[in-house]
């Protein structure tokens, strides 16, 4: 304890103001991806606070920020809406089983991830070549981007002024005609339509409203069926539906977010002793407050959002009774099968953009992260916060660029962050309600100009072309998709690009000895690509009754490359032609030795590297090189 309060020491004023700074620019994000998971803004939050402050004071990366990032929010949006449907088909039915799914599903995430960096596997970051990671930055860049462009949308209001929901319609549920609704299966007449009222013609009430297409049950207010010309159909509900700002709102939007950036972009340029982003924030929330402009701010945006307000104290002390809270999921291996998927796969999101954002920093900061430490500690997060009611996290590149930039170095700045969310939901969130969207907008819009590698346009004329691919690749799959797959496709590209150059460096080196033997010398790697253009070097047929193959300068990488070997020996044996292996190296032998007796008798041992002895030995070439086939 004593060693981790000394190393907090030196850098603690920058740590603790960049700390604020970034749980200012964490709470809009991680609401506004509560309400894509179809969650409670407070779950993100109190999971955004777990995760933040356990991988910050046991993570590898200093300075590193994790919260409940949307790349991981996403993944559960469909598991949590078919859970809620698995849940009303219960025995005894339970309401909002997804979010019980969930928490589960976070859990076995951590589990996962947890693992991954027990058998260290965070070292196998190496293998993403920087082309990848430009990809990466540039595409999280455009995602954060495209993300605070929704900020200048509202959402719209339906016929009972609540907003408006998306919905895609499923099944035929009822026949309409003659403004008569009737059963799908039996043509009862159910209902009676008048205007756009539906009325149940048992009981002569009004039971639903049709608006805009969409059927509203009267006593839930909520949609129900969509309506068209010929009938009442099932509804999946697919978001919110959103406008775009108009009039003055907008015109208040754009200029406090323009005024944000110029304090961000030239404070600097006069003081570096307080951070910009915070003071930005600071000053355009007291110009919101006390001008009266009227600017859409953070309580707005979470109550307009659909969440239940911010009763935090009510709300955490509920999720602290953690029998009450795992009492409605079922332990089976139905449970399993149906969240290990998700899991899986939010735990490898979880950890690329983790260990990526990690090799930002170390770059940044011209330091090096642990990455299999960040690992285990990413996976303690979201097991105690799934273990608590909290949704899963991941390091989050926007608010590591944030915190970095505003000169948060140590693990002070990501313990910061966690506690000021903490005391947000607990005790300060009427506060931070005040804080103006648009100041947020404004820094998150900075952040993305300072993440983005400008440089990447300069350098594609000067880098290899398939380099030049891979980044716009991964550039547009982390926009279109999610990073997950740009990284692997990312990756595969890289890797086949790299065997196809390789498979092409196979040469073969002819000639003879005095005596008449043909002497094959191999250079450049033999593998699975390689193979085809090996094979092409020999002259089975034409070439004379002892061969010699020598692999000084090739090595043996992989099966294809055996086989390929083997399938060659059994050639030259059948036209009874002597064929023998020299030079091969130690690992080279072991592999053939394991794959086939046959090479016992035709691979020479204790032939010394020709290349320490070719000064001493000019007999070896009798004639000049340029007279030797190649």
Known sequence: MTDFIRKIIPNAKDDVLAGITVSLAMIPEVVAFAFV??????????????????????GGRPGLISGAAGAVAVIFVNMIQEGHAKGLLFDQPVENMGYFY??????????????????????????????????????????????????????????????????????????????QVKDVVSGTVLFSIDGNSVINNTTNQEVFKISDGQVFDIKTKKVVFNASEDGFYAVKDAGVVKTTMQGKTLYIMIGLVLLTMLIVWGLPKLTTKVPAALTAILIVTLISIFS???????????????????????????????????????????TLKFIAPYAFLAASVGLIETLMTMNLVDELTESRGNGNKECIAQGAGNIVSGAFGGTGGCGM??????????????????IMMALTLLTFILFADKYIEQVPIAALVGVMFMMVIETFAWSSFRILKKIPMSDAAVLIIVSAVTVFFDLAIAVFVGVIISALSFAWASAKKIRARKRFKEDGTKIYEIWGPLFFGSITDFNSKFDIKNDPDVIEIDFVEARISDHSAIEAIFILVEKYQAANKKITLK??????????????????????????????HLAANPEKFPKPLGEYKF
């Not at 209001?157 to 003659?178: I, W």
């Not at 130690?586 to 053939?592: A, G, P, R, S, Y």
Request: a neutral charge.
């Open 37 to 58: 998971a179809q969650i409670s803004p407070i779950v993100a939050l109190f999971g955004a606070f777990v995760v933040g402050i356990i991988s910050a004071t046991f």
């Open 102 to 179: 969930l928490l589960a599903a976070v859990v076995l995430m951590g589990i996962i991830q947890v693992f991954a960096g027990v058998f260290k596997l965070g070292k196998f970051v190496r293998l993403i070549p920087h082309p990848v990671m430009m990809g990466f930055v540039n595409g999280l860049a455009i995602v954060i981007f495209m993300a605070q462009l929704g900020m200048f949308k509202e959402n719209k209001k339906d016929f009972f002024g609540q907003n408006m929901r998306k919905t895609a319609s499923k099944e035929l549920v009822y026949n309409v005609s003659n403004n």
């Open 292 to 334: 009266g402009l009227g600017s859409i701010n953070v309580g707005d945006f979470i109550r307009d959002g659909g969440g239940a307000g911010l009763n935090g104290i009510d709300e955490i002390s509920k999720k602290l009774n953690v029998l009450e809270l795992w009492s409605n999921l079922p332990f089976n291996m139905d």
């Open 583 to 612: 030079h091969l190296s130690e690992d080279c032998k072991v592999l053939l030795y394991k794959a086939s007796p046959i090479f016992t008798d035709i691979i020479e041992e204790g032939i010394d590297d020709p290349r320490y």
């Open 397 to 414: 590149i926007g608010q590591t660029v944030i915190n970095i930039n505003a000169g948060g170095r140590g693990r002070l700045s990501g």
